[in-house]
């Protein structure tokens, strides 16, 4: 099947009822046939609903037709993007370890890696994801996870997947890709060589900015890497569940460690009630991600056409040091355009002139929005790591959404003329 299709259908059985759309399951608990029906579940003898904490069968049924859109082997849904993110990393490491980063990535990702895991003794290193033959210095016996977003927030750089899976798969590493602004439909990072995909699924793919969500997809190849002794928790026995060894049980262990053990410890599980609004969402994520990504082409066209606006930065410019990468792995680009104005001042004059953009901290929603990223999401980083995340102070970042084009144009015209 193809993605559209996969996106409406996969992963749901109608039971009796007969409901077209997925049945939201509120539900906490399932009820067991008996006490020995209930042993075996909790001791993974045989597939069941235990507790919404551990799996639900709406958030299911999202699971199943990201992982397919992913091309991915499973998938777990977690509260938030960020949730999702620190699942993905804290499932590889542990104290005395160290993760490689991308040096631009989103800001929650950057103070996550540098500031909370780096008070639990992970290490964190920079790399530019242009240049991947720097990983060869920074890795290390330690090293677990490389984090890489496939168009990051807010400086929209496309890495050079190739190369840097390259170096991922010479050295037994898991690569993590951040997809949530290309969204699979703009590229899928497992068949570029990524081991686990997370997202944030507040963003393009509830494509309303009505919940928060975020996912992990995990793909065929992370199994291989995990296999490793890099990895100890994926081969020696976990005793907080009789000895299984996740490698042993498992087709996909990383998603299934990231469950069993993470999310029964930490709980930051997604909502059934999000889980729909997700799956509404994928219902047309294919139609809004084009739309978004022509306006936003546009918009970026018309922004470089104005004189005192320093720099423009969107995948698909054919000047923009990204285009190449775009061109090779992109589909499409998401709806993220950025700019670069004289100073803080003009910046801020610019977000608050405009009127049918919102000054918000979101992006993917099908409304516009404006953001000014070093008042806001990258406000508690130092002026170093502004530098180093790829945010100017005159960077304004827009979120274009599915208005019609001219009604936005116009709106960013008159707002640079004030
Ligand atoms: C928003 C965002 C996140 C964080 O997701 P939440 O759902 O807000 O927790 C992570 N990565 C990227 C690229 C994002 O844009």
Not at 161 to 166: A, M, N, P, Q, V
Not at 259 to 270: E, Y
């Amino acid at each position: 099947m193809k993605d559209s299709t996969l996106a409406l259908h996969w992963g749901y059985e109608k039971d009796r009822q007969k409901a077209m759309q997925v049945p939201i399951y509120m539900t906490t608990a399932y009820e067991y046939d008996s006490t020995e029906h209930a042993a075996r579940l909790f001791n993974l003898e045989i597939e069941g609903n235990i507790y919404t904490r551990i799996g639900n069968p709406t958030t299911k049924v999202f699971e199943k037709r990201i992982a397919a859109l992913e091309r991915g082997t499973e998938a777990l849904a977690t509260s938030s993007g960020m949730a999702a993110i620190f699942y993905s990393l804290s499932n590889l490491v542990q104290t005395g370890d160290n993760i490689i980063i991308s040096n631009k990535l989103y800001g929650g990702s950057i103070t996550l890696s540098t500031h909370t895991l780096n008070r639990l003794g992970i290490k964190a290193r920079f790399f530019d994801v242009h240049n991947p033959e720097e990983l060869n210095d920074l890795i290390d016996d330690k090293t677990k996870a490389i984090l890489i977003e496939s168009v990051s927030n807010p400086a929209l750089a496309v890495p050079d997947f190739e190369g840097i899976s390259k170096v991922a798969k010479e050295r037994g590493i898991i690569l993590i890709c951040d997809n949530t602004i290309a969204t699979p439909y703009g590229v899928k990072p497992i068949e570029l060589g990524c081991d686990v995909v997370v997202h944030s699924a507040s963003k393009y793919i509830v494509g309303n900015g009505s919940a928060i969500g975020g996912v992990i997809v995990e793909g065929k190849s992370a199994k291989e890497k995990l296999l490793t002794y890099r990895y100890p928790q994926f081969n020696e026995p976990d005793e907080s569940y009789h000895g299984l060894v996740y490698n042993e049980k498992f087709d996909a262990p990383f998603i299934a460690r990231a469950r069993l053990a993470l999310l029964r410890d930490f709980g930051a599980v997604m909502s059934p009630f999000n889980a729909w609004l997700m799956i509404l969402g994928l219902e047309h994520l294919h139609l809004r991600i084009k739309a978004h990504s022509e306006n936003a082409l546009e918009i970026a066209k018309f922004l470089k056409s104005q004189k005192d606006i320093k720099k423009v930065n969107y995948p698909f410019l054919e000047d923009n040091e990204n285009y190449v990468y775009a061109k090779k792995y992109l589909k499409y680009t998401g709806g993220i355009v950025s700019f670069v104005v004289e100073n803080f001042e003009r910046a801020k004059n610019i977000a608050n002139s405009l009127k049918i953009f919102s000054l918000v901290t979101n992006i993917g929603d099908s409304k516009s929005i404006v953001t000014h990223p070093a008042s806001t999401t990258h406000q508690q980083l130092s002026k170093e790591e502004l530098i180093k995340a790829g945010v100017d102070e005159g960077l304004i970042r827009l979120s274009i959404g599915l208005e019609d084009v001219d009604d936005l144009i116009d709106d960013l015209k008159k707002a640079l003329s004030d």
